[in-house]
């Protein structure tokens, strides 16, 4: 079979046998298809789109590319659930995500990406904290989510390979915004896993793939239905990605603030109601409450009581950073040289959160190229919220470069993506929907 006859299959609007779509994740895991090839398919895809049935035999074909995880044999106290975002900007919301999960009976094997598009990849904030082991072998992963209750580790060349090359060249090639490739991406890696359950993160807006509710409820049918096809139960949240989530965006600046808000020291609202929001449905999902308002409690009590934070610390040095990481974790992340506000005059009425993403990826915090080195400590912190005033005491951001110029850059891309006016803007809620999903 030649690969050039499956791209123009997809080019010209046609759908892929099953003998072509295996071909073409074999030829992604073997990497005996090369990248430009995978990158033409992926376009074809993203203008012509696949159909349901196409979509769930390339996910499934992925899921058993490589290494398919099982749990039984460790005789877990709790179910194996997971959550997964469709990437945003400022979205750390894993690192708090897993421990209170984990402080709530659940065991999660989290296997995250990096930074794709414009969006921030959860391995690449990982690799934040010194020492700590993005990439452990399997037994070492499974010892740590069975002692410790949760590990987050980034894709291995064993689970799910065809994904994580075809991951890769998406980042880079302009061909993110696909549903079906999306759906194929997330849930090949999660049905790998060995999940029971799992709860989804669809975000919606400006800083989304997703760009409206439509799309976005569209994505949530496509995930749920073909997850169904693997008897994964899944739920998912539709949440709002038309600012910053959180305070900070930048891959040391996030992990500050996740510990800050396991310290339960500062806990954005809208970060706050997220990280809640989701940690309740994957206790549902799981089977271990029915009542979301029992399921919210539970977790916020993971947090106020210190469990969560105790359970994060135990993983970091279970994956190899430092001991002390809760204590001390300023003497460990980096700190960019150059730091300052950037101000702007008016109530802040709108952003523009994917050029927010961009102006990091200039900064050097996220990729142009595949493999591309990120520089960790830069960034945006104490981002103001959309309905702030902002006047010469209340700056936009604080912007984390390596070089003046890198700041006065960033500060003129921050500024292009934001609006400011007189009038102050309606709230938009965090959280639009909550579809439970069937299995």
Known sequence: MLFTDVIRTKRDGGALSDEQIQFFVDGLADESIPAEQVSALAMAVVLNSMTFDEAAKLTLAMASSGTVLRWQDLQLKGPVVDKHSTGGVGDKVSFMLAPIA????CHVPMISGRGLGHTGGTTDKAEAIPGYNTAPDFPTF?????DVGCAIIGQTADLAPADRRLYAIRDVTATVESVPLITASILSKKIAAGLEALVMDVKVGTGAFMKTPERARKLAESIIATAAMAELKTHVLITDMNEVLGRTAGNALEIAEAVRYLQNDEREARLDTVVIGLCAEMLIA????TDRATAEQRCHDAVTSG???EIFGRMVAALGGPTDFM???SKYLAVAPVVRPVHAAGYLRSIDTRGVGNAIIELGGGRHRVGEALDLSV?????????TMLDAETPLAIVHAASEGDAVQAEKLLLDACEVGEDVPA??????EIIPGTA
């Open 102 to 105: 984990a402080a709530c009976g």
């Open 142 to 146: 499974r010892q740590v989510v069975k």
């Open 286 to 289: 799981a089977g271990l409450e």
């Open 307 to 309: 469990r969560a934070a």
């Open 327 to 329: 204590e001390s974790s």
């Open 379 to 387: 960034g945006f912190s104490d981002f103001a919220s959309i309905g």
């Open 427 to 432: 709230v938009t809620p965090v959280i639009a």
